[in-house]
């Protein structure tokens, strides 16, 4: 008695010609493809790093609160300190949340520096429009 084997040699499964479309050569890639996908990728994170960079990421603006009292409904009294470049000007964002974190208040404060100082204290008078848990400083960039 002899034997049959139901597998051919290769590795391959056989299928009936026509029955499942065409199949595809294995191992074809497009390199040319890949390359301008990791090259849009690359460009595309360097211009959000950049923006977060400009919008955050100046060390030479800094800034930090030192406090924040006399809470009312009405506002909050905000003592911070920023760090600018000597004699330099900067905008600072200083922001009032509730309890809730939602935010109450929000404004913009320009902060000079007299010639030769590079630390500015200023205490700022934020308006809010319900009672604020914590005032805060959100970032500080140069003033145009």
Known sequence: ????????????????PGRYGRRRQP????PLLVALLAVAL????G?????LYQQYGDPTYRAEVITYTEITDEQV?????V???EGGRAVCVLRARDRAG?????????????????????????????????????RCRPAA
């Not at 009294?77 to 300190?81: A, C, E, G, N, Y």
């Open 47 to 51: 211009v959000v790093s950049l923006r």
């Open 83 to 85: 760090t600018v470049p």
């Open 77 to 81: 009294l905000v003592d911070f300190r």
């Open 1 to 16: 008695m002899t034997e049959t084997h139901a597998t051919t040699g290769t590795d391959a499964p056989v299928f009936p």
């Open 42 to 45: 690359v460009a595309a994170l």
């Open 27 to 30: 191992g074809r890639r497009r």
């Open 102 to 138: 939602a935010q109450v208040g929000l404004e913009q404060v320009t902060v000079t520096a007299s010639p030769g100082q590079r630390h500015v204290t200023t205490r700022h008078r934020l308006a809010t429009s319900g009672r604020a848990f914590i005032g805060e400083v959100l």
